[in-house]
């Protein structure tokens, strides 16, 4: 199980997930370490199957969750 929630009002973002769910994050992070790009992650109403529909708690997950990684950003943020 995996799913992303948005929490207090837009200001935070809630991961829950069991071993399976923490072994797809781990797995899709480390495949951008490799090669730096982006992932989808979608539940299987959007086509996936990385997604859990709903949360340990019953509440819809967030559909889509895009994970963009570039060694670039950090030189590129304006909060640095």
Not at 26 to 40: C, G, M, N, Q
Not at 41 to 58: A, D
């Amino acid at each position: 199980m995996l799913s992303f929630h948005i929490e207090n009002e837009g200001r935070a973002i809630q991961i829950c997930c069991d071993h399976d769910g923490m072994a797809i994050l781990l797995e899709k992070l480390a495949t951008l370490v490799r090669a730096p790009s982006h992932v989808h992650l979608l539940t299987p109403s959007c086509g996936g199957k990385e997604i859990s529909e709903t949360g340990p708690f019953g509440d819809p997950s967030i559909p889509e969750v895009i994970i963009d990684f570039s060694p670039d950003y950090t030189r590129r943020s304006p909060d640095r």
